[in-house]
């Protein structure tokens, strides 16, 4: 019998070992990291829109870098660390991430649909440049596009974080 693939992603903390196969469950060779984090782990909170690395909406963060995980395999992140913005709220207190207050404070969206990936695509930012200047931000998310135009809240709410290098 066929030895059956699996492997490994850490997501939020927390290990998931996830078969290769064709089964309801298992891990297509052709899903995207997006399609597994929301369907196959319920992760919704990643959105799916462009599906051609244009938009920003599906990014995550893969061993500290900003990603677009609909441009990328799942097969692909055998070993990889990946947190969502589901996994920015504090574990044990629940309490939001400062950077998803911030947004929440400076009404930093309107639908919000692009929300969950510029909120990520800034964390990657603040983590390897805690007092980013605005050029800098504006720079950070040339990827990410939002159709409500909420860029001058979104940039006053970064840059209110970094201010502060939380
Ligand atoms: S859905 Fe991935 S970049 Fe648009
Ligand atoms: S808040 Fe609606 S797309 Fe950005």
Redesign the pocket.
Known sequence: MAETKSIRLTVNGQMHELDVGSKPGQIDPAHTLVYTLRETLGLTGTKAACGQGACG?CTVIMDGRAVNSCKILTIECDGKSITTIEGLKDPKTGKLDPLQQAFIEHF????????PG?IMTTKALLAENPHPTEEEIKEALSGN??????HYHVLKAVLSVAERGE
Do not use: E
Request: aromatic share 18%; hydrophobic share 45%.
């Open positions: 909406a930093a969206f309107q639908c919000g649909f692009c929300t510029i596009f939002c159709r409500c135009v909420s």
